[in-house]
């Protein structure tokens, strides 16, 4: 029998409240604190960006980090992702942006949606999509009118979105805050006083979409009224924003670190990580958010970089896979717990300062009752201290927070950890040694045997061009692909001063980077690999080279493109030259001369879902560079 209206209608107001869709909020913000429907609030944060997952893990993700003590879930938004190709918008899958804030609403938890629409992110070109630099007369970043324009497009789109989808609190949905821009402050000084204009712009732009939600600046010291400036950063406890009408936000706390190939994995200590929120708290913060919270995979090609890797676990409390990674994200959730015990306290006053020695502080909230809550910190790192607080006597190990929600009692320590700690179990899939042919892992995974696809050397596609002189890549891909060969025709007599005997030369490539493969007549002659630091290539290998025609091929690859720096956008990849031909008596330069170019691969065109182009073999194809099958017809 179905319950009677009025308890039906009481029934679905309790389960919309759950959902925190109850009914529009009003969302300000003063000095201390954000203001939600007139209430300030105590805010613990996480990022998790929804394509760096499947749409099957954001409501598993987000159940770990509502039980991780969560309260907000922040997202970049990606333009690259959403609007591949200008006017073109894709919001399928993994870019369901509104499907993902649904589902954090449906757990009940609130939305930092930071837009951008430049995110950084170690996302491929910070989120810009490469078409925008195509754009006749576009300055990225600056007070220029085509970067305005699309900007501003993009931001609104984001925006109606959500307005129609009824997502903003102030319709009812789970974003209480809104990013534009993204540490602009860090770089502005490089675009002169048109930064200052360009922010500016950004600011009123972003308001007047009228989201009905504060919006946020982070790393901007001069963000403009009623933007907030924010933090972001290892620690943020000194961090004041630019007016004493702000509240003290911190937008990213990196709970590790991004991995690039080829470097170290990173890790953060949980008991470092604790103490810069507790020492946040202590200071007067009220709104933290971990980046990442989970930081997942850098699924297709979009990674930033370069030489981001594809995983983006980032040694976050919920790991690549979706796995609670212990003690991170136990001891974590201990401490959000214990801020919370503090919640009243912490939103009714600011804190009172009290020194109890050398490196060792006390913080005090107290409400007009009485309510009390402290903070007090050992910020030595090397010797633990013993203090007297309130005419009690407290250990406090080094470099650490102890909480103290009703003035008297510990109930945490940053640097205690008491939660459970667990080791996960990794099932590998066949992995091989350089020397053997034996598994080193062996996995739960049967194989029936290895299939690969054969991609010629050179030239082999009949959309390629021919130019005179070397070609930047990105300018000449627009990043359709990572791949772009760069192939010539050398005559030689065999008398040629670049020989060292009738055959023998030194082949040497400079290259912007980030890989190159180099090949003479069908046959790898040498690689070269950049890095994270120096992205640089410089080959210079000895090649065999035969009288008559000889066909040197160069492919030059990108691995992520450029993220982060002031004019990122215009860091150029592929081969610039000098391509040089070096003997004992002379050399030649073929810079200038005229090139064959290949956009992207054979593979890439026939698709890896072709079964028809896949090769069987039962044993692991290795140390084989690209085969060339056809270079006779050459
Ligand atoms: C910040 C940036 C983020 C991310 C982070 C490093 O400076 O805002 O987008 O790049 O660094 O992971």
Same mark, same amino acid.
């Given at each position: 029998m179905a319950p009677p209206p009025l308890l039906q209608f009481l029934l679905l107001l309790l389960l919309c409240c759950d959902l925190q869709l109850c009914a529009a909020a009003n969302v300000s913000y003063d000095h201390r604190a954000l203001v939600v429907d007139g209430s300030r609030r105590v805010l613990i944060s996480g990022s998790i960006h929804y394509?760096?997952?499947?749409p099957e893990m954001w409501p598993d993700l987000i159940d770990k980090s509502k039980d991780g003590g969560l309260d907000v879930i922040e997202t970049y938004v990606f333009w690259n992702l959403h #609007?591949?190709?200008?006017?073109q918008y894709d919001f399928e899958g993994r870019k369901d942006l509104v499907r993902f804030v649904k589902t954090v609403a449906s757990a009940g938890l609130y939305v930092h949606l930071r837009i951008g629409p430049y995110v950084c992110a170690e996302w491929n070109y910070g989120g810009f999509p490469v078409w925008l630099h195509f754009i006749p007369g576009i300055k990225f970043r600056t007070d220029n009118e085509p970067f305005k324009r699309e900007m501003q497009r993009f931001t609104a789109k984001i925006v109606d979105m959500m307005k129609q989808e009824k997502l903003y609190a102030s319709q009812g949905?789970?974003?209480i805050l809104s990013q534009i821009e993204n540490e602009y402050g860090n770089v502005? #000084?490089?675009?002169?006083?048109?930064a200052k204009t360009y922010i500016n712009w950004s600011a009123s732009m972003a308001t007047s979409l009228d989201t009905g939600v504060p919006w946020v600046m982070c790393q901007q010291s001069d963000a403009p009224d009623p933007i907030i400036n924010t933090c972001n950063g290892f620690y943020c406890d000194q961090f004041t924003p630019n007016?004493?009408?702000?509240p003290k936000i911190w937008t990213e706390n990196w709970s590790g670190w991004f991995l690039d190939f080829g470097g170290r994995v990173p890790y953060r200590p949980v008991e470092d990580l604790a103490f810069s929120v507790a020492r946040f708290f202590q200071r007067g913060g009220t709104f933290q958010n971990y980046y990442m919270y989970h930081g997942g995979t850098n699924f297709g090609r979009s990674s930033g970089g370069p030489f981001i890797s594809t995983s983006y676990d980032y040694d976050a409390p919920i790991d690549e896979y979706g796995i609670v990674r212990q003690p991170k994200w136990g001891h974590l959730r201990d401490l959000h717990k214990a801020i919370k015990l503090c919640e009243k306290a912490l939103i009714a006053t600011d804190p009172t300062y009290t020194s109890l020695g050398p490196n060792l502080e006390a913080h005090v909230y107290k409400t007009s009752s009485g309510t009390c809550a402290a903070f007090l910190a050992n910020v030595n790192s090397n010797s633990d201290a013993t203090v007297t607080f309130y005419g009690k006597t407290y250990h406090l190990a080094a470099w650490s927070v102890s909480v103290l929600p009703d003035c008297e009692n510990v109930v945490f320590n940053t640097a205690q950890i008491i939660s459970q700690a667990t080791l996960s179990e990794t099932k590998y899939v066949k992995t091989y040694s350089q020397e053997s042919d034996q598994p080193i892992f062996t996995s739960e995974i049967t194989e029936s045997g290895w299939k690969y696809v054969q991609e010629p050397v050179g030239i082999s596609k009949t959309s390629a061009f021919k130019r005179e002189g070397l070609l930047e890549q990105i300018n000449t891909t627009g990043d359709v692909s990572d791949y772009l060969w760069y192939s010539i025709s050398v005559n030689i007599t065999g008398n040629e001063p670049f020989l060292f005997n009738e055959t023998q030369s030194i082949l040497h490539v400079e290259s912007l980077g980030h890989v190159l493969h180099a090949f003479v007549n069908g046959q790898s002659t040498g690689s070269g690999i950049g890095n994270s630091d120096n992205v640089n290539v410089l080959l210079e290998t000895t090649v065999s080279l035969v009288p008559g025609k000889n066909i040197i091929d160069l492919l030059s690859v990108t691995v992520g493109l450029q993220n982060y720096g002031p004019f990122f956008d215009l860091s150029g990849a592929g081969v610039t030259g000098p391509v040089l031909l070096k003997g004992q008596s002379g050399r030649i330069d073929l810079s200038s001369n005229l090139w064959t170019y290949q956009i992207g691969l054979r593979g890439e065109d026939l698709?890896?879902?072709?079964?028809?182009i896949w090769i069987s073999q039962d044993v692991l194809p290795k140390n084989s560079p690209l085969i060339c099958n056809d270079c006779s017809e050459k």
């Open positions: 394509p760096r997952s499947t #609007e591949p190709v200008q006017g949905g789970p974003i502005d #000084e490089h675009y002169g006083p048109a007016s004493n009408q702000k698709g890896l879902s072709d079964s028809s």
